[in-house]
């Protein structure tokens, strides 16, 4: 970073913190920029109306106005009553106007219906008001009514910013508070989520899973006392044994399926179920036709049975990919899906003809799992290898190729 951006985002930062030093600067600079005006140019006249030539009492009346901009936060309807008496005073003695005095009167009708409530942004607004009515009619003979228009409707559009503008912030900030309020219950629902999953898991891992294992333990240490002089028991107690550990390993199974398995609304028991397979994949595709998307599915090759992680990943991969389909490929898409089979590997492939690459390549879902993220992580678990991205013609694809051996 070169050392000038660095010092301007340090001086953004230090006008960031104080207001009133952002604000004083704001004054300074009108100062500077319409000061020259009350020495280089000539007087004005209008009809009737002549005006003084500037004498320190003017300049102190427009630095006294303009710099009173310095308290327009923290005190703006003060700061307003102090540029609209200031205002007087010039109008009175004659003054011309000048860019400083005038800019700064309308930042002061601004910021008191910016930052104050209605009451008192109300009272600010008619101080305004009346203020440029005098400041008008003190001179009748040059009065214009499209002047008088002009100079009210710009005034009461200013005040209408302001105040437009503080609900705004009102809003956001009510916005943000109720978010926070969000993120702090769905954290105590979280943890609260987590002690009660905890309980449950540690309930399956006594019940069950703990009583197979002691099972195992007292056939193991009996086989092991009568392994010499009663081979024909000791070999019931192997068989129990590896019966016993199918059924824990099993558990074991589906308490990881309760771990993984998502939130759905099909019942109480869906949380128990077995992990979904290619086994299933017909009833995926039903599903997903029922929303109105063509599906069709084609199997080349002798269909073998992978192993049960890439069974699980490989039917992950297919709903995902149509999931992102039904989302963005549009009503009138149609979809493919074409399992292959070799002696070494399967490779899946999802096609679709829709209108949605764009979409689908800028998501990457916003949970852990999910998106094209998801996909990459789930299919190089288990040693495979992952295409995506548009097709020749339109659409979009997901290629995949999974070995069939652990």
Known sequence: MSPRIRGLRTCRAFLKARPQAADAALALALLLVGLPQLYLEELPQGLGRHYAETDPRHLLLVVAATMALAFRRTRPLAALLWIAAAEVLITLASYPPTIPDLVAFMVAAYSVAAHRGLAVSALGGLVALVTVNVLLVTFPEDLAMITVLTDNALLVGVWVLGRNLRLRRAYFAELEDRAARLERARGTDARAARVEERSRIAR???????????????????????????????????????????????????????????????????????????????????????????????????????????DVAAFRLIQEALTNTLKHAGPQARAWVRLHYTDEDLTVEIEDDGRGTATIIADNGDNPGHGLVGMYERVALYGGELRIGPRVGGGFGVRARFPLQA
């Open 204 to 310: 399956e891992l006594h019940d069950v899973v703990a009583h197979h294992v002691s099972v195992m333990t007292v056939q193991a240490g009996a086989a092991r006392r009568i392994m010499d002089r009663h081979p024909a028991g000791a070999r019931e107690a192997m068989t129990t044994i590896e019966e016993v550990g199918r059924t824990a390993l099993s558990e074991m199974r589906r308490i990881v399926g309760v771990l993984r398995t998502e939130r759905d609304s099909e019942g109480v028991g869906a949380e128990l179920a077995p992990q979904p397979g290619l086994g299933d994949l017909g009833e995926l595709l039903d599903h997903v036709r029922e929303t109105g998307l063509s599906v069709q599915l084609w199997i080349e090759g002798e269909a073998r049975t992978p192993s049960p992680g890439v």
